[in-house]
């Protein structure tokens, strides 16, 4: 655990949080529609699909902290989620959701991000604490990072990853 981590009480990861929306949200707001589906990268997503990737990543969080199933809440099976094989957990997503506007994905990234909130209720700042394996059957384990980091990987992290990268997807484009 970082020391960051450690000293990140629960009110300051929401502000955090809601800001990272908040300014990922503005920056997709000066694309068109057009701009979010057309240029698409070497693997072939566009914009709309790094937006429904955001999305599904925190409905994978929120899974978790409600104490279900990660990989069914973000459409991958245990397997997959297993192998940590980051780049075909992705591509089986993506493919998911290719169907959606930009405007469908911009929305269901807004909720994505208020269930998560919402699923932050019970915790206290100590619980931000716990462990991975303290919500993954069977409930016990002391293993893994704690779970702040995943908050913060799949919200504002997450979309201070991939800004730049639609950034640069559009202006290439």
Do not use: C
Not at 79 to 107: C, T
């Amino acid at each position: 655990m970082s020391d960051a981590d450690s000293k990140l009480d629960k009110q300051t990861l929401i502000t955090r949080m809601n800001e990272g929306l908040r300014d990922f949200l503005a920056f997709l707001d000066q694309y068109s529609a057009e701009q979010l589906l057309e240029p698409k990268d070497a693997v072939g997503w566009n914009a709309r699909d790094h937006i429904t990737h955001l999305a599904v990543w925190a409905d994978g969080v929120a899974a978790l902290l409600r104490h279900e199933d990660r990989w069914a809440a973000m459409g991958i099976s245990e397997a997959l989620g297993e192998s940590h094989d980051f780049d075909a957990m992705n591509a089986a997503i993506v493919v998911q959701h290719r169907h959606l506007s930009p405007q469908e994905a911009r929305r269901w990234l807004v909720i994505a991000h208020e269930q998560l909130v919402a699923a932050m209720v019970p915790l206290d700042d100590d619980g931000l604490l716990l462990s991975y394996e303290r919500f993954v059957p069977p409930f016990t384990g002391d293993g893994g990072s704690p779970i702040v980091a995943f908050i913060k990987a799949d919200t504002y992290e997450h979309y201070e990853e991939h800004a730049p990268w639609i950034e640069k997807l559009i202006r290439e484009g």
